[in-house]
Structure formats: structure tokens, C-alpha cells
């Protein structure tokens, strides 16, 4: 069964992990990855490279130590922006050999002072390739509070849309810290002809740096409720830790509640963090019960 079918059948619930950083050998992921295989997720993705300091190479590896070692599907993130057609090409044989069948295609982060752009402007113009040069199962990324670099929220629907229309089979949200932007983002899928599966994207943050550079590199809104747990608990770890594990597992529950598709649990490669909220809404999703989508769902 390929993952897109997977949400006709259950709600998904699934990991996102990243790459040992540069020099570092990569067996340092591995014990990771067996804690989070014991959580069985639906499938875990690995990211490719983000922020300049992970170690690209080893992205296809860890991703065929899920899918052959851990027997959990995994999922490829693979960025177009400075690729040439011909780079592509060359990834997708790499891909093929290594027998990875599913890509999160994304455009990625443009560097500073980047003139050539490559072949790919968009994401979508990168699903098209991938569908026309190989048999992948290809998803993409959306927005729920609009794209940090597109002001325009309805030309971003429409850019999404396009997306979709391109060959994505899911997609898989940035983060949120306010399941009402997801609610809203749904309904304006819904009314764009968006049909497929919409995986909500959770980051546990566990401390007050990190939400605030999240916040500013992915233009998210803090809320208030949110904010007042950084300020009361930004200088005790542990206390910081629990309170955004505790978040996470709020939102998530309300998502269930609401019948939404999925959900991308943002790991950071912390298998106590993702233990912790398994533990505490594993029920939740094996209830078999999805739960009304109230007109949310872009699925339905």
C-alpha cells in the first residue's frame, strides 16, 4: 500500500528526521531511529540539507536504513533550487538504485546572493519533471499561514493548487502554532478544488530560541497562550520541554478532533520528545474512528 492510500484508511501519523550535521558519522542517527521505528509511524522523512549544515550525502542512506532496516516507508526531501535538469536526472538514477519510490518535492531555501536559480523556479515545475522521469510517489509542501515570501494568500493557494495539479498526492503542512490558521487554510483548499490529503505539521518546541528563530525564518504567528509558557519557562529546561510537549499534544488532539488527514510530528531527531506525545495520543489515532471534518477536511 503507498502512503497516499494509507489516508482513506487510517489517520496518518508520521516523522520527520535530518541528517547528521557535516563530519559527523551518520550511525549517529541510527539509535534514533530504531527508538522512533518502535513508535510505528506510518513513514518517517528525511530532510535534505536544510539550512546548509546537514550532510546532504547521507540523506538517501538514512532513507534506505528506514525503508530496509526498520521496515518503515520513508520519504525523500529533495529541494530543486541551482539544479539543472541534467542534476536532476542524475538524482532521480540515484534515487532509483538506491529504490526510494517516495519524494517530497520542494523548491527549498534560496541562499543569499544566488543569482542562478537553475532549471526549477517552482516546486511544481519540479513535481512535473519527477512524474515525467521516473514512477514516484511525489508530495509536496503548503503553507497554512501563506508562504513567508508571498504576501499574496490567495496567489499562494493558487500557486499550491498548481502544486497539486502538477502530480503531488499529499501534502504535508509547515509548522503552526494555532490549529485555527490550519482550519482556515483547509476551508480555502477546499474551495480551490484541493482534494488530496493534508498532513498537519508539529513542531514540540523546547525552547524559547528555537520558537522565535522558527517563528521568524517560517512567518509564523506565536499565540498568546504560547507566549506566556516561553516567558514563565525559558530558564528551566525541563520545565520548557514539558510545557511544549504538552502544547504539541493539545494541538494534535484537537486536530484528531477535528478528523484531520495526519500528523508530521517535526522530531528533531528527539525520540524522548516523539515517545512522549506518542504516548500520550497513540489511542487517539488507533480508535478507528477519523472523526467528522466538519467541513475542515480538504479530503473529504
Known sequence: MSIVDLFSQKTVFSFEVFPPRRNAPIETIYETLYELQDLRPDFISVTYGAGGGENKQSTISIAEHIKNICHVPSVVHFPCIGLTKEDILEKIEEFKTAGIQNILALRGDIPEGMENRGDFRYASDLVAFLKENGDFRISAACYPEGHIENPDKVADIRNLKTKVDAGAEYLISQLFFDNEYFYDFLEKCDLAGISVPIEAGIMPVINRRQVLRMAGLCGVNIPKKFQRILEKYEDN????????????????????????????????????????????????????????????????
Not at 500520550?280 to 473529504?300: I, M, R
Open 237 to 300: 529546561s525541563v520545565a520548557m520541554r514539558d510545557a511544549g510537549i504538552a502544547y504539541a499534544v493539545d494541538q494534535i488532539v484537537d486536530l484528531l478532533t477535528h478528523g484531520v488527514d495526519g500528523v508530521h510530528l517535526y522530531t528533531m531527531n528527539n525520540s524522548y520528545i516523539a515517545r512522549e506525545i506518542y504516548k500520550a495520543t497513540h489511542s487517539l489515532f488507533n480508535s478507528g474512528e477519523k472523526g467528522e471534518k466538519e467541513g475542515t477536511s480538504a479530503s473529504a
